[in-house]
């Protein structure tokens, strides 16, 4: 293997344990609030930063994929706002956490997919493929 992929490895896998790391660093972040409603406060802060992720990385890979490609996924990112939404409301109830959660693993989802394209090994059917 010569020293460029080793390189992108690397960076590859620390990039996914620091990214499941501040996933879970997070989270638990609001396990440390006593009160319902600073709790709360604290998830409505993750979702905010956490739907600003998933929509910049989002961007990125729309740029990086062919117009057929593109239209692929946005209409798959239309189907799991959906499935989203479904998963984590109750009873006319936003569950926080599970957004939140969702959210995480949608962007997580995507953005390998943008490390794949950046690399030059993009697969389509992937980038298009309900990931959930």
Same mark, same amino acid.
């Given at each position: ?76 990112? /239309? ?33 390998? /997919? ?19």
């Amino acid at each position: 293997m010569n020293m460029l992929k080793i390189t992108s490895l690397a960076l590859l896998a620390s990039g996914l344990f620091f990214s499941a790391v501040s996933s879970a660093t997070a989270a638990s972040s609001c396990d440390q609030y006593t009160t319902s409603y600073d709790r709360t406060f604290c998830f409505c802060k993750l979702i905010v930063e956490s739907d600003k992720e998933l929509n910049d990385v989002y961007k990125a890979l729309r740029k990086q994929i062919d117009k057929e490609t593109a239209e692929g996924l946005k209409m798959t990112q /239309r189907q799991w706002i959906k499935y989203r939404n479904n998963q984590c409301e109750n009873n006319g109830t936003i569950q926080l956490q599970c957004n939140y959660e969702v959210n995480k693993n949608r962007t997580d989802y995507l953005r390998e /997919r943008l490390r794949e394209c950046k690399s030059g090994v993009c697969q389509n059917s992937l980038v298009v493929k309900p990931s959930w």
